[in-house]
């Protein structure tokens, strides 16, 4: 069974940064793309970055290029969010996500494994 664990979240004013972690189990974390997405209240889950089964490939959403980092460590099973000059409109609950694919895809339907979510509040 697939598990998924975020951690890192946490209250930053803006122009900060912060570093998540998703700690990825339950199958070969190498073989499988993973994506993070975040969702702020009363709004829809949107896409924020994504990362290929080896790294040699990113996808990210405008608002965060130049400002997020996806990156991951195949040895410790986990995939990392770098954060930095972070502004109150990215204050949302941040998820780790995979399927089946190995390809760094934005769609949300590719992604079959949910974290629990991690809260990332900016403020002004």
């Known amino acids: 069974q697939v598990q998924l664990v975020e951690s890192g979240g946490g209250l930053v004013q803006a122009g900060g940064s912060l570093r998540l972690s998703c700690a990825a189990s339950?199958?070969?974390?190498?073989?499988?793309?993973m994506g993070w997405f975040r969702q702020a209240p009363g709004k829809e889950r949107e896409f924020v970055a994504a990362?290929?089964?080896?790294?040699?490939?990113?996808n990210y959403r405008d608002s965060v290029k130049g400002r997020f980092t996806i990156s991951r460590d195949n040895a410790k099973n986990t995939v990392y969010l770098q954060m930095n000059s972070l502004k109150p409109e990215d204050t949302a609950v941040y998820y780790c996500?995979?399927?089946?694919?190995?390809?760094?895809?934005?769609?949300?339907?590719?992604?079959?494994?949910w974290g629990q979510g991690t809260q990332v509040t900016v403020s002004s």
């Open positions: 996500a995979t399927g089946s694919g190995i390809i760094a895809t934005t769609a949300r339907s590719r992604y079959d494994y």
């Open positions: 339950g199958r070969t974390f190498s073989s499988y793309a």
């Open positions: 990362i290929s089964w080896t790294g040699g490939s990113t």
